[in-house]
C-alpha cells in the first residue's frame, strides 16, 4: 500500500470522490453529493486555505492503483478547546474495512500535524470546522437518511477508537412519525406564542438575500451558540456561503426569526423538507435532466427536519418564552403544509431543545459522535 500526501491535487480530490461512490454504491442511504460543490472544497479558491494561519495535507491511500483509504488533515488558526488551547482536525475520512490501512491512514496525517504544528489535540471528524460537516454515526444506520445528516460506515468510529480516540460529544436525532403526536406536542408552546404576538414580537420569513438580517442572523448563531465545541467565528461572507449552500432547501414558511419590539433579531428556527430522496435522483450531477429529476421528486416530500432554533442572550434573559413560540410557529406552519413526519435533527446530548420534545432522547432512533484524542508532547 502507497500513501500519498497532496495539497492540491483536481485529479487525486476525484480519485477521493471515486472511492466514496465505490464504497457506498450499493447503501441507498448513502446522500450523493453534488460532484462539483464537493471538489469546489478541495480547491485553492476554498475560504479555507486562503485564509491566513491555516494549514492542511490530504493524504490518499492505494493498493496496485486502487484507492482503498483518504483522510486529511486540518489545523485551523482558530479552532481551539474550551480552555484555549489548539486543536487539529481530520476529516473527509473514507477508508476500505481494513484496520491496517485506516491506522497507517490515520497515523501519517497525526504525525504530520504533530510534527509540523506541534498539535497535540485532534477533533475527528471535522471538515474545516463545524459549519462544513462534522461527526460520525454511531447508531441508526437501518434508518432512513436525511439532508444535512452525517453519515458514515459502521466500523469508522471502531477505527478511530483503535488509534486512541475517544468520544467527546453525542447528538441524537428523533424522528416523530405522527401528525396527532406533533399536533399534541407544539400544543402547549401556543400559549408562549400568542403572547409574543401579543407583546409585539415579529415572526418573519429569512430572506438570504437582505444583507442586514444575514448579518444578524449570523451574530444571533454565533451568540446562541457561543459554548458549542470548536465553534469558530466566520467571515460574514464565509456565513453567507455557508447559508447559501442551503438557501435552495429552505422554504419560508419553515424558515424564521423573531424580530422583538425594538426591531432587533432575537431568535431564530430553521426547518425544511427533507430532499434526500430529490437529491439522490441527481446522481451527484447538476445537469438540466438531474435537476428536474429533483423538483419532480421535491413536490411529493412529506418528511421535514427541523435543523436548528436558537435565542441569543439577551432575549434568554427577559425568559418570555420565544424560543417556545418559535418552536410552535415553526412546526405549526409545516404542519399546515401537510409535512406528516418531522426528524429533529441532531440534538447534542445536553441541549436545552430537548425540553421542545419532551425530554425524548431515550426514543431518538440515531446516534452520532465527535471523538478526540490528545497525544504527549
Not at 49 to 66: I, K
Amino acid at each position: 500500500m502507497a500513501i500519498t500526501a497532496y495539497t492540491f491535487d483536481e485529479g487525486k480530490a476525484a480519485a477521493y470522490l471515486d472511492l466514496c461512490s465505490r464504497l457506498y454504491k450499493q447503501d441507498t442511504n448513502w446522500i450523493v453529493p453534488l460532484r462539483s460543490r464537493a471538489l469546489s472544497q478541495f480547491s485553492r479558491e476554498f475560504f479555507f486555505y486562503r485564509e491566513g494561519g491555516n494549514a492542511h495535507r490530504h493524504f490518499l491511500a492505494t493498493t496496485a492503483g486502487r484507492q482503498v483509504g483518504h483522510a486529511s488533515a486540518f489545523v485551523p488558526s482558530k479552532a481551539k478547546n474550551a480552555t484555549g488551547q489548539s486543536a487539529g482536525l481530520i476529516g473527509f475520512f473514507e477508508c476500505v474495512d481494513d484496520a491496517a490501512v485506516a491506522s497507517d491512514l490515520l497515523g501519517q496525517a497525526i504525525d504530520w500535524m504533530r510534527a509540523e504544528h506541534s498539535i497535540r489535540r485532534v477533533w475527528a471528524p471535522m471538515q474545516f470546522d463545524v459549519w462544513h460537516g462534522y461527526r460520525f454515526m454511531t447508531r441508526g444506520f437501518q434508518e432512513r437518511s436525511f439532508f444535512g445528516e452525517p453519515y458514515n460506515k459502521p466500523y469508522y468510529p471502531g477505527m478511530f477508537s483503535q488509534q486512541g480516540f475517544e468520544v467527546c460529544k453525542r447528538w441524537y436525532s428523533l424522528e416523530i412519525a405522527s401528525s396527532r403526536q406533533l399536533r399534541k406536542l407544539i400544543a402547549p408552546c401556543k400559549e408562549a406564542y400568542d403572547r409574543a404576538v401579543a407583546d409585539g414580537y415579529r415572526f418573519l420569513s429569512i430572506d438570504v438575500h437582505d444583507h442586514a438580517l444575514m448579518a444578524s442572523l449570523q451574530s444571533a448563531i454565533e451568540s446562541s451558540y457561543q459554548n458549542f465545541l470548536g465553534l469558530a467565528p466566520l467571515a460574514p461572507d464565509q456565513f453567507k456561503k455557508v447559508v447559501e449552500a442551503y438557501a435552495e432547501a429552505l422554504d419560508p414558511r419553515f424558515a424564521i426569526v423573531a424580530i422583538d419590539p425594538a426591531g432587533v433579531l432575537s431568535g431564530f428556527a430553521i426547518a425544511y423538507p427533507d430532499y434526500a430522496h430529490a437529491l439522490n435522483a441527481m446522481h451527484g450531477s447538476e445537469s438540466l435532466i438531474a435537476r428536474l429529476s429533483f423538483y419532480l421528486r421535491a413536490r411529493r416530500i412529506r418528511r421535514a427536519v427541523f435543523f436548528m432554533i436558537g435565542i441569543t442572550p439577551t432575549e434568554a434573559r427577559r425568559r418570555r418564552g420565544i424560543g417556545h413560540a418559535l418552536h410552535y410557529r415553526c412546526l405549526d406552519q409545516l404542519l399546515a403544509a401537510g409535512f406528516e413526519t418531522i426528524v429533529f435533527a441532531l440534538l447534542a446530548e445536553d441541549s436545552p431543545g430537548w425540553r421542545l420534545v419532551e425530554n425524548r432522547k431515550e426514543e431518538a432512533q440515531k446516534e452520532y459522535a465527535l471523538y478526540e484524542a490528545v497525544f504527549e508532547p
